[in-house]
């Protein structure tokens, strides 16, 4: 039904809402009961991602929450959406929904942190899952590492930090041929810039928290599927038994969010891929990391499944890690703080080249804001004026 981006505009805006079922309201209501009462109560449970008719309890579904989870099915043109409490409660129910014990996970290995510490803290530890990680921009290397119990390939792309890409269509391939499941981190790029499931991924998982919010003012995960049985397994397991749906408040902050979703994205972008750039011709800049620049050495892939990229980079400054850092500490408009995809700019900093990342002088990233183009320059430069 949904093909291109004035489809997805709808959607954003418009899509699984009519004013008639709340009095003519431009925005859907806030629904904030914990119950739902009928005259006879012939089916405890909703059932599944479309739990319309079926509304009972509020661990299972909620009406301003399901008014998301339509939009966001229909953006990733998947079969259903569902919302929950976070990023990684959305995460970690989409890899144990895939998964028992003794199975074996793929994982890329620049993957989101606390993904990486649940795959092994929890999946290998706690439940005798085993787990390898690859680099993941070789599909001969996934591939290499399949083994006979492989049930999960965790994907991220672009990779955390680093920006990597992996070829989706290539990897979904061989998943597919072996009844692998296939799970992406789509968080960075958004369905509006990529779409995962059109390249044969099976489940697309996003932290919320970030740009489908925007404003930086709630946590929230979601996951979409393109199985039905999946789906409706995760609802069950993911929702009912350990709870973790997205509440009322948050899934009403997201519909706001994901409104305006296209033309903060875009501004993200336009602004980072000037910074990029000119981080890029920067003397005092050794690497710039950011699939936007048509430097990016997978640049064709990028080319090939993505439509755009969004305002998250890194760049590797060289010298003493200490010296870099309080250099880096006089940005005033670049906070320091671990998360992105809202308004604001924000750095994170790691000392030192890390092999495992694949990165060889000090490495910071950098979420591009809203603060404007030019006032963010200017901060860069009186930060590296200091070095």
Known sequence: MFKNEEDDDIILTHYGEDPADYFGA??????????????????????????????????????????????LAALERGCGALCFASGMAAISSAILNAVKTD?????????YGPTRQFLTDICRDRFGITVTFVRGTDTAEIEDAIKPETTLIMLESPTSLMFEIVDLAAVAQVARKRGITTVIDNTY????????????????????SKYFGGHSDIIAGAVIGVDKKFM?????????????ILGPMEGWLMLRGLRTLRVRLEAHQASAVRIAEYLEKHPKV?????????SHPQRELIKRQQTGSSG??????????????????????????????????????????DKWLGCKDNLIRLHVGLEGTANLLADLEEALKLL
């Open 103 to 111: 199975d074996h996970i793929i994982c890329v290995m620049n993957a």
């Open 26 to 71: 431009a925005i859907p209501p806030l629904f904030m009961n914990t119950l739902h009462v009928r005259e006879k109560f012939d089916d405890p449970y909703a059932k599944g991602c479309d739990a319309n008719s079926n509304y009972n309890y509020g661990r299972v579904s909620n009406p301003t929450v399901e008014y998301a989870e339509k939009k």
């Open 312 to 353: 998250l980079l890194s760049v590797e400054i060289p010298g003493n890690p200490e010296k870099v850092k309080a250099a880096f500490d006089n940005l005033k408009l670049f906070q320091a703080g671990p998360s992105w995809g809202g308004f604001e700019s924000l750095r994170i900093f790691c000392s030192g080249g």
């Open 232 to 244: 409706d397994r995760l609802n069950y397991h993911g929702r009912m038994l350990y709870g973790g």
């Open 189 to 208: 790029c958004t369905p509006l810039f990529q779409k995962p499931l059109e390249f044969g991924i099976d489940v697309s998982v996003h932290t919320a």
């Open 286 to 294: 050794s690497a710039v990391h950011y699939p936007g620049l048509d």
